[in-house]
């Protein structure tokens, strides 16, 4: 069964830079979410997006911003990168109309922010 | 407070063994409920949804107490493929969705 898929896997940067990740939802799944996990850390919410609107926000800082697009991909975007924004980055989808939105991840984008 | 508390880790038990892990939520406008399994460096992967009535999916049990705003997860003849962090996962319906986990229970199954 196909899965949410993320890109890049791996990413490299610089302090202050500007990165950008991908992520392909399950198809026909509406709503898509973006997690942050630290190392030894819960996953933390950032930040969901429903029918291409954005739904829900959480710990997600102002130097981010995320979109959904027509075909339902998600990009997360990240300026002036800083140390602390290394991390596993998370996509997960879900379909609204099943009620209890349970959701599937996608493998990660591993961060790391020089 | 942490809006969802999970039991402090980690449980060391032998194969074979029964272990229960406890989660608390302090949102009643809570809505559903999950358990996911990660291992290190990988995504984690829904291991139940936690209905109303609890459900059972072979060796694993899940409760849901809506008065007392707690969950638990039930592992009966540990595995040592048992071995991994344990997330519970509380969605609120906030007119969006959000979704709060848990810092997790790492589970060792030793030989």
């Known amino acids: 069964a196909a899965g949410v898929i993320q890109s890049p896997r791996h990413l490299i940067k610089e302090k202050r830079e500007t990165a950008t990740l991908k992520c392909y939802p399950i198809?026909?799944?509406?709503?898509v979410y973006w997690y942050q996990q630290g190392p030894g850390q819960d996953p933390q919410f950032l930040i969901s997006?429903?029918?291409?609107?954005?739904?829900d926000k959480g710990s997600i800082p102002d130097r981010f911003s995320a979109q959904q697009f027509s075909d339902y991909h998600s990009e997360l975007n990240m300026s002036s990168l800083e140390l602390g924004d290394s991390a596993l980055y998370f996509c997960?989808?879900?379909?609204?109309?099943?009620?209890?939105?349970?959701?599937?991840f996608g493998p990660g984008t591993r961060l790391t922010v020089l | 407070r942490k809006e969802v508390e999970q039991d402090p880790g980690p449980f060391n038990v032998p194969e074979g063994a029964t272990v229960a892990f406890n989660c608390t939520y302090s949102?009643?406008?809570?809505?559903?409920f999950f358990w996911y399994r990660q291992d290190c460096r990988k995504e984690p992967k829904l291991l139940m949804s936690?209905?109303?009535s609890g459900n059972e999916d072979g060796r694993f049990t899940a409760q849901l107490n809506r008065a007392s705003q707690y969950i638990s997860l039930l592992i009966r003849d540990s595995k040592l493929s048992d071995s991994a962090t344990y997330l519970c996962?509380?969605?609120?319906?906030?007119?969006?969705?959000?979704?709060?986990f848990g810092a997790g229970t790492r589970l060792f199954v030793k030989a």
């Open positions: 949102n009643s406008a809570s809505q559903s």
């Open positions: 996962a509380v969605n609120m319906d906030t007119g969006g969705f959000k979704t709060i």
């Open positions: 198809p026909r799944h509406d709503t």
């Open positions: 997960a989808s879900s379909l609204r109309g099943t009620g209890f939105h349970e959701q599937f």
């Open positions: 936690v209905y109303s």
């Open positions: 997006f429903y029918e291409k609107m954005q739904s």
